[in-house]
């Protein structure tokens, strides 16, 4: 029979077996044969590996071993024909990782199926396979080291972990700058022996880092940090470097020179990249040196010093290329003080620390004081000036010659004034044209005196010292001092005139002096009342001076108590309240401060004593009336009733 159709016909007895009678295929004790020995070539092979498998079988009943028949597994279509001494062995596979055991579906002897039973446990083999992750630390590595590979294997049949060896396919060069792939080449399975895996292949890149060293300036001040600055990269493909660099040395310095930067390590932060390679830059400290000279050290004030100066760079001294600033160069008050260098303006290098001396520099002028004995003078006094001449810095005399005054000696015969100055002055010894001169100016002067008013009057009860007014000639200022007063009597008048004086201000003696005349007087004083209306009048009071009938302006009347108002051309005037038909008035008259008069006066009040009639006659009316009333009332009392 074919192939084909044994393996057909056995498939159908089994379904037939299956749907008719199931004892046929079952596992039991009453089974018709008993597999006593089973056997598997290995417990553990790689996926794919055939193993060898193998059953003996002897009747339940006798315990004889099968001479012949056909042997079909549980998940096999295919029989297995038995050997001598009742064995059946076959060889198996499988593809994939699979924990496999073989049963025995029923047994064909003589083209009838039999049961089958087991006395042991039915052979099993894992099928297997190690699966293999692998995982970079980095995915750079620094050129000639051994990468950093993170490995998770295990079994694929149960997912146990792999304790044996991965072998990848690098070696031990690595001394190179690129890119390659990572894969398991081999393993060593000491436990199982499984060779099989599976494994995925990683990047990774042998670097190295790059540094490139610039620095933006040549030169720094010293103290101060230098600038250096940097490219950094991966060699392999010019990725940026995310890191950081440390440079051999600090950038600050204190001391002029050359300094030679380079990077003395880095820190990946990325890949732990720890090779590079970098070049150098050299940076240079430096400051400017500054020596100053004067031409000369003692100047007029106000003068610009004529300086001299040379700036070199002290690294290398070169010559300077930029500007000097300097602290004050003039100065307009007299003084010494030092110049030196402000600041330094390098249009090279941009520095400014710089060194520099100083030189003492004195400004200085002429002092020329001018004395004189007296500033204000009579007219026609001479006068003579001195004057003092000195270098201001320091007090040094001038030298004979040095100074010209305008005058030395002046007399004028008239009032007015003449200022002493400096007509010419310089400082020969150290050549100084700056003058500070003082000058003095005298006034010729004298004291005009003249009366307060050419005539002056008084009452003839009293008699007082006349006004004078003094004024200096020169500035019409008051005088301030004493005078004496001469007077001549005439008929009803004096004249009086000023004849000394002493002068407190100026000690002046010399003075001029006007004529007055005093006139003895007396005041005329004229009443007048005028009723205005019933209970008010008006008192008007005439002052005038009996000599020439001139109006008193400056008196002070009072009526009655009451301070009469001055109305010009000498009218006092008040009003005054009263009903009585009869008035007195009590008037006080002082011109200056001296008492006129002092009088009594009563008037007769002509509308006040009508009223006073008229008033008188109602009321006499009114009692007559009053009276005729009482004594009609009584007529009546007295009536029968």
Known sequence: MPKRGSLLLALGLMILFTVIGGSAVAYGQDADITVTQCYVS??????????????????????????????????????????????????????????????????????????????????????????????????????????????????????????????????????????????????????????????????????????????????????????????????????????????????????????????????????GITEFTTDTADVIFDKVLVELEVEDTRIDVGEEVELRCTARYVYDDSEFSGDLSFSATSKEVVGKSDVTVRRVMDRKWFLDTFESNSVEVIWDRVKVDIEAPDTRVDVGEEVNVEYNAYYEYDGTPLMEGDVELNAESITREDVGSFTFTV???????????????????????????????????????????????????????????????????????????????????????????EEGSILFDTVAVRESVTQLMPGTFKVTYTLSYDSDNAPVTDAVVAVNGETCAYNGGGVYTTTLNSFLPMMTTNTLVVVGDHPVTQSTNSKLLVVNSAIVVVLTAVAGLVALRSLSRKKKVDYNLIQPG
């Open 423 to 513: 007509a010419e002055a310089h400082g020969s010894l150290y050549d100084i044209d700056a003058v500070d001169v003082g000058e003095v100016t005298v006034v010729w002067d004298l004291v005009e005196f003249t009366p307060e008013t050419p005539i002056t009057r008084v009452l003839e009860s009293c008699m007082t010292e006349p006004a004078m007014m003094g004024v200096y000639a020169y500035d019409g200022s008051p005088f301030m001092g004493s005078y004496e007063v001469e007077y001549e009597d005439h008929s009803g008048f004096k004249t009086y005139l000023v004849m000394a004086m002493v002068d407190d201000l100026h000690g002046l003696s010399c003075f001029t002096a």
């Open 42 to 271: 290995d417990e553990r092979v790689d996926v794919g590996e055939e193993v060898t498998v193998g059953f003996r079988l002897e009747w339940t009943d006798t315990g004889n071993p099968l001479s012949h028949g056909s042997v079909y597994i549980v998940g096999d279509s295919q029989s297995h024909l038995i050997w001598e001494d009742g064995w059946v062995i076959f060889t198996d596979t499988c593809d994939y990782p699979y924990v496999k055991e073989w049963m025995i579906s029923y047994v064909s002897y003589n083209g009838n199926p039999k049961t089958v039973q087991f006395d042991e446990d039915s052979p099993t083999c894992i099928f297997d396979s190690v699966q293999i992750t692998l995982i970079p630390e980095y995915e750079r590595t620094t050129t000639g080291e051994e990468p950093s590979i993170i490995v998770y294997a295990f079994y694929a049949s149960n997912y146990e972990d792999f304790t044996g060896t991965v072998h990848l396919n690098y070696t031990d060069d690595f001394d190179f700058i690129g890119r390659r792939g990572v894969k398991v080449v081999s393993i060593d399975d000491p436990l199982h022996g499984i060779k099989e895996f599976e494994g995925n292949t990683v990047k990774i890149t042998w670097d190295r880092v790059k540094v490139d060293l610039y620095s933006p300036r040549r030169r720094y001040n010293p103290g101060r940090e230098a600038k250096i600055d940097y490219l950094v990269y991966y060699e392999s493909d010019l990725t940026p470097f995310l890191g950081e660099i440390t440079l051999n040395d600090t950038l600050v310095k204190d001391e002029v020179g050359c300094y030679r930067y380079t990077v003395e390590s880095i820190t990946d932060w990325r890949n």
